[in-house]
């Protein structure tokens, strides 16, 4: 039941599941068995089919040799430990506390760490000179390596039977209620659902919703400033999840510090789609969605040339939008910001794997249209997926502190929103996953979208991109990539963490640091070895560089909405709690 209903059923699951039939983590690792096992277990994946994947297992007899010998002093080395009863110690911090030093189970983890780490030492070895097939590879390997830890399973984890006894069973049944919990939603949640509300204490920036259709709700804030800048910042956000990860609790909210700078603020609020709106297109969600709220921003405010913000998806949303209305003649922007967004899609990191013709050509049967069947993507498989990129770090950690030890998670708004997850319709996502991860011809010039052909080089507007350095769904090297196919001016800052936390990071905390340099050479390594670092927040510089197009302050504006677009509701509106 659990890899039925809340691991996502992806093929690479499947893949997995097999996989563990051929390999532990518990077994002694052999290097010439173990690449056999390798070989058989690809000759029988479809992932694969199609490649001459024999020639892949060609390793010279000498390199089998030598990664057996590094493996016998490590084995060598494990038992000479446990004769002298001397304790483990580990860095892993799967294995940090104090009760995998014991005997029984430091020797577990020991005797894991040592074959996964040769299992993929053999795996370098081989000559896969194509990209594809050598990242499923890796992915399905790695994904195999970390389920199989000793520390995912109750009866060698030190730490939860420890926590059962202090307990007194409480840890056990709580942790079977979390279970039960997620498999009924159907995703493994980072943070208690409990622990936050939109609207009473997330996404509770002072503002009115001015305008609604059946796709998003347009939020107009209140000032919290004496002046304004004149132009607006008008911000798309991803469709993927909800809004409010640009407005989560006050400290952490990038809307009430733009408020608090003197900038007006209008964003969309997405609608999470349901199975009556299952056959929208992308087209649909650019006219009637982007295109339509900056029309209506610019109708309320009284102000054609605004700056815009997209972030993820939302950036390529925005973007698109703005070459539609560029093509048409309207290039009335005052400035663009592209935060952790793809316009090229040249890497798509981890999630490349799971992209093939195949795999697109059964969404569009199954949820596309093609054939006739409508559908929505689960907003549900997406998060679980993107979680299983980091499989340690998103997945089993919470799997053991969860459901082993009947902990619950730490309260993070960044993790309850992670796990708030929207719904695509089936047309519009496949399109998207053909015209950008499949085929990256959303750059090409000649797509049609929108009536017109789409040329991101028609928005010759200033623009600031964002990357972030450890971002595994927006790889910063693509990121950078955006600055060439824009044109106007770039500027390009680079964040450190990954795709939300580098992000989201308010300069009061003082947290990470970011790098700048003012030219933007065609080479992304090239650009960071000249950059200059800087301590804390890059909002500061984001800051400086939006007021210089947001035109001249002006006395803040009081009302909401107009005349044409009267106040419908307080933000955070409907949608965003559907």
């Known amino acids: 039941m659990f890899r039925t209903k809340l691991i996502p059923r992806t093929e690479s699951m499947d893949n997995l599941h097999a996989f563990s039939q051929y390999w532990s983590g518990q077994t002694p690792f052999f290097a010439s068995f173990a690449l056999q096992q390798l070989r058989l277990w690809v000759s029988h994946n479809p992932w694969f089919d199609g490649h001459e994947h024999e020639r892949w ?86 994904q195999a390596v970390a389920a199989s830890a000793p520390s995912n399973f109750l009866v060698s984890n030190p730490d939860a039977l420890q926590r059962i006894i202090e307990t007194q069973g409480a840890s056990l049944f709580t942790g079977l209620l979390q279970l039960r919990s997620d498999l009924e939603e159907g995703k493994l949640r980072q943070c208690d659902q409990g622990e936050f509300q939109v609207g009473v204490n997330l996404a509770i920036t002072p503002g009115e919703v001015v305008f609604e259709n059946s796709l998003f709700q347009l939020i107009q804030y209140r000032p919290l400033s004496e002046t304004q800048y004149q132009r607006p910042l008008f911000i798309v956000p991803p469709a993927i999840n909800k809004y409010y990860i640009l407005d989560l609790r006050p400290e952490n909210s990038l809307v009430r510090h733009l408020l608090e700078q003197g900038h007006r603020v209008f964003l969309m609020s997405w609608r999470n789609f349901r199975q009556d709106q299952a056959d929208l297109t992308w087209d649909e969600l650019i006219q009637d969605g982007v295109i339509s709220a900056l029309r209506v921003t610019r109708a309320i405010s009284g102000e054609r040339r605004l700056s815009c913000l997209g972030f993820c998806i939302g950036g390529t949303l925005l973007s698109t939008a703005l070459a539609v209305l560029a093509a048409r003649g309207d290039k009335d922007i005052a400035s663009l910001s592209l935060f952790a967004t793809f316009l090229d899609y040249l890497d798509t990191g981890p999630v490349s794997v799971f992209v093939d013709e195949q795999m697109v050509a059964y969404r569009e049967r199954t949820i596309g249209g093609h054939g006739g069947a409508f559908g929505l993507f689960r907003g549900e498989d997406m998060g679980n997926t993107f979680s299983l990129l980091r499989p340690n770090d998103l997945w089993w950690n919470y799997h053991v502190d969860k459901y082993l030890k009947g902990q619950k998670p730490v309260p993070l708004d960044l993790l309850f929103w992670n796990n708030d997850a929207t719904n695509l319709p089936g047309p519009m996502y ?42 595994h769904i927006v790889p910063w090297r693509s990121a950078y990539a955006s600055t060439a196919l824009l044109g106007g001016s770039c500027r390009f800052v680079l964040g450190t963490s990954g795709h939300i936390a580098g992000v989201i990071n308010p300069p009061a905390k003082q947290k990470r640091h970011y790098w700048t340099l003012d030219q933007v050479p065609k080479d992304p390594d090239a650009w960071l070895a000249a950059a200059e670092q800087h301590p804390g927040s890059w909002w500061n510089d984001w800051f400086a560089w939006l007021t210089n197009h947001a035109g001249e302050q002006r006395p803040a504006v009081e009302h909401s909405g107009s005349t044409e677009y009267p106040v419908i509701e307080p933000a955070p509106g409907r949608y965003v709690k559907q």
Do not use: M
Request: hydrophobic share 35%.
């Open 57 to 142: 297992f060609d390793v010279p007899s000498e390199s089998l040799q030598q990664l057996q010998s590094e493996y016998q002093q490590g084995w060598a080395s494990l038992g000479q430990q446990l004769l002298t009863n001397q304790p483990f110690t580990f860095d892993d911090r799967r294995f940090a506390s104090g009760n995998w030093s014991e005997p029984l189970f430091g020797s577990l983890a020991t005797f894991y760490l040592l074959n996964s780490s040769f299992l993929l030492k053999l795996l370098s070895l081989l000559p896969i000179e194509e990209e594809k097939p050598r990242r499923r590879l890796h992915y399905l390997v790695e």
């Open 430 to 471: 496949c399109w998207y996953l053909r015209h950008t991860y499949l085929q990256n011809d959303l750059k090409s010039g000649e797509l049609d979208c929108c009536g017109v052909k789409l040329d991101l080089r028609a928005i010759d507007a200033p623009a600031y991109v964002l990357g972030t350095h450890d971002d």
